[in-house]
């Protein structure tokens, strides 16, 4: 009876967590969102990542690459900690002696453990793959007259912890990073999602755009909300994946006024606050969907699909 | 009200411009208002009325310009009234 109704309550989440698992996609580790990667998601991962790359041929970019972690300055300054601290993870490291070190050796976990010896690293996670470029390009001076353009990639940490596959503490974000002026940034923002759009299509998957915002932290979460929303300044591209009826961001449109050009001290050519947006992929959430939607063996995904991703050279 | 909301405006939140430099039908985020400024205002009311914003004041409008700000302040004074 109890089994009866174990099976019966699982949620589309499990179910589909449970899929992946089975066909190695996704190695559980013991912690809720973290995982490791099998070698065909491996291979659908980089097919995605390099999808997108071409999607930005004949831009004149940058090409950056960053490790999941960024300056505790540089993360302070973004801003991040205000809105999302409920996200937000640092770097923690044991500075002591040789009798601190046998101290947090002999502590027990009920007293904390070793990691009750351990301090605040200068070193946070990177929460999203753009971040550690405004820094990078503030430092450089103003901007050439016609702006800039970087294409950002690293690993991303939300401590978010779920069941559901889709919603990862680590994962990585390809972004593209726009500076500039406002239409350029607009016309950006429009831009790749009319390429976000048309390779959703190309991958068969069943993408919508919407108005979007973010998960702000506390009471004044629907003030931010509805600022975000009223100035149209967050769009996403959502494909149903764990659960039909809700579907996920899969790609995520930006325009940050000058809220990173007044954190870091971005100037435009003429010397006022520079205006910049991102244009970012969750790569693991599109091999997700290519695997909800299309099966679990990526060598039985429809041709096109195949195509799409894998183009003979 | 008004010289609350003013009062409040000058010591919370991130205007660009001295607050009594503006009219009542000013848009505060047109001068220098950030969103996180939105939010230490909205702080610094509940502290003067001692009471919450209700939900449906929760919105970019409320912080909009000084008149929503007086309209909202005034129904926060209400509420610590009636509390």
């Given at each position: 009876m109890n089994i009866a109704i174990m099976a019966t309550t699982e949620t589309p989440a499990d179910l589909f967590r449970e899929e992946l698992v089975r066909h190695g996609h996704l190695l559980p580790t013991g912690v809720d969102g973290l995982y490791g990667r099998g070698e065909a998601f491996e291979a659908a991962v980089a097919a995605v990542d390099a999808m997108v790359g071409r999607l930005a041929d004949g831009d004149r970019v940058e090409v950056l690459r960053f490790p999941p972690a960024m300056t505790r300055a540089g993360f302070e300054a973004s801003g991040y900690f205000r809105n999302f601290p409920q996200l937000t993870a640092g770097v923690s490291c044991f500075c002591g002696d040789d009798s601190a070190h046998r101290r947090a050796l002999a502590c027990t976990p009920e007293q904390g453990g070793f990691a009750s010896h351990m301090q605040p690293a200068d070193v946070m996670l990177t929460?999203?793959?753009?971040?550690?470029v405004y820094p990078i390009v503030a430092a450089r001076g103003r901007l050439p007259e016609e702006g800039w353009l970087v294409d950002s990639s690293s690993y991303c940490f939300r401590r978010e912890p779920s069941?559901?596959?889709?919603?990862?503490q680590m994962f990585r974000q390809r972004e593209q990073v726009c500076f500039g002026t406002p239409d350029r940034i607009r016309a950006f923002q429009s831009r790749w999602m009319d390429r976000a759009m048309a390779m959703f299509a190309a991958l068969h998957l069943p993408a919508a755009t919407d108005i979007a915002n973010d998960p702000f932290f506390g009471r004044a979460a629907p003030l931010m909300r509805d600022g975000q929303r009223s100035q149209r300044l967050k769009f996403e591209i959502l494909v149903p994946i764990s659960d039909p009826d809700r579907p996920n961001a899969c790609g995520s449109f930006n325009y940050h006024v000058t809220h990173f050009a007044e954190a870091y001290g971005i100037r435009a050519a003429d010397g006022e606050l520079a205006h910049t947006g991102c244009a970012g992929f969750g790569l693991e959430r599109i091999v997700l969907a290519l695997l909800r939607h299309h099966g679990m063996d990526p060598a039985a995904w429809p041709q096109a699909v195949r195509d799409a991703l894998w183009p003979a050279r | 009200m008004e010289d609350v909301v003013r009062g409040i405006l000058a010591t919370n939140g991130d205007l660009?411009?001295?607050?009594?430099?503006?009219?009542?039908?000013?848009?505060l985020f047109d001068a220098g208002l950030s969103s996180f400024g939105a939010v230490e205002v909205m702080v610094g009311l509940e502290e003067h009325f001692g009471s919450s914003f209700p939900d449906h004041l929760l919105r970019r409008e409320t912080f909009s310009t000084i008149a929503a700000l007086i309209d909202a302040a005034e129904e926060l004074h209400r509420h610590s009234l009636a509390a």
């Open positions: 929460p999203a793959s753009c971040y550690p069941v559901d596959p889709v919603r990862m | 660009a411009v001295p607050a009594a430099q503006l009219s009542l039908t000013a848009n």
